[in-house]
């Protein structure tokens, strides 16, 4: 390669000038083939949707950029200049490359829509999400859904590996190498059942007792134990679990059966306590309160269904 050679980047002229900066734009070349087409500056200017002092103006800054003129104007029309004629050509070439790039992204963006992968907790996933894709599916009836129901942590490597478009976790942050939104707010609850000492209490349970006493807990990795596991740890504790599930129906049968106590959602209990089947029992001095959020890799914002999903999940409480 000469040394001449060396340094001029593809697709620039000896004086550096980029291509874009000598080459017309997309709608000039456009309203050029209108003229062409329609014989006239004014009839092109009507199909183009500008007005006809607009497209005289975008021909003549053509002509200045080119160098050449491009259509001879007479009181009967407008007609190429034979410079016009081969200009047209070759705009044409550019037009019809245009319009195949369009339909490829097109069908780019149909494929992108016609699927939505979510990952979400259980929490989430189970009392949550199923009004939110009710709600999708009246907006984008030809788009299927596929949802994987897993703990926080599960959530996270989905995601990472490219597995998820979006995805949906309780807990106290965002999981490395994720960006997230928060889009409501749970509380943590201690259950029991009706017929367990601490549902007869008169005062407050302490921290101290919570720590103390075996539980049927979520496994490590959910955000409910993560939650739970920080609260206590803040207190001077750590919760001891007598069980360790890994979802919240299991846990909420074990807790109903008499097994034990529980810190569960509150969001996911609200039908037992209705029914009585469970008890909330208050705490003193330990703070349970934590963000929902949605979640994605970093530096990719959702589009398509993932981002019309995110916008039907404000306002969750």
Do not use: C
């Not at 103390?212 to 496994?219: C, D, G, N, Q, S």
Request: hydrophobic share 45%; no cysteine.
């Amino acid at each position: 390669m000469s040394g001449e050679m060396k340094g001029r980047a593809a697709g620039e002229p000896d004086d550096g000038v980029p291509l874009h900066h000598r080459v017309p734009d997309l709608g000039a070349m456009e309203l050029l083939l209108a003229v062409a087409r329609l014989g006239s500056l004014g009839r092109a200017a009507r199909a183009m949707g500008i007005t006809q002092p607009a497209a005289s103006s975008r021909i003549r800054s053509m002509e200045r950029q080119l160098g050449v003129a491009l259509v001879e104007r007479s009181p009967r029309g407008s007609r190429l200049t034979d410079a016009g004629a081969l200009v047209t050509d070759w705009a044409r070439r550019v037009v019809e490359a245009a319009e195949a790039f369009d339909a490829g992204t097109q069908a780019l963006r149909g494929r992108r829509d016609s699927r939505l992968r979510v990952a979400a907790s259980m929490t989430i996933a189970e009392y949550l999400l199923p009004g939110w894709l009710i709600a999708l599916r009246a907006r984008r009836p030809g788009t299927a859904v596929s949802l994987l129901a897993g703990n926080s942590s599960a959530v996270a490597g989905r995601l990472l590996a490219g597995e998820s478009d979006i995805g949906f976790v309780e807990g106290l942050d965002v999981p490395a190498g994720l960006d997230g939104a928060v889009i409501g707010h749970d509380r943590l609850i201690v259950v029991a059942a009706p017929s367990h000492p601490w549902a007869r209490r008169r005062t407050e349970l302490t921290a101290a007792e919570l720590a103390a006493t075996p539980l049927i807990l979520r496994e490590r990795g959910s955000g409910t134990r993560q939650v739970l596991d920080a609260a206590l740890a803040d207190a001077g504790g750590s919760a001891e679990p007598l069980l360790e599930l890994a979802s919240t129906t299991a846990v909420k049968s074990a807790v109903v059966s008499e097994a034990a106590p529980s810190v569960l959602s509150e969001l996911a209990v609200r039908e037992e306590l209705t029914a009585r089947r469970l008890v909330e029992v208050p705490v003193r001095g330990l703070e349970l309160g934590r963000d929902l959020r949605a979640v994605w890799p970093a530096g990719q914002r959702p589009v398509g269904p993932a981002r019309e999903l995110l916008g039907l999940t404000r306002g969750t409480s």
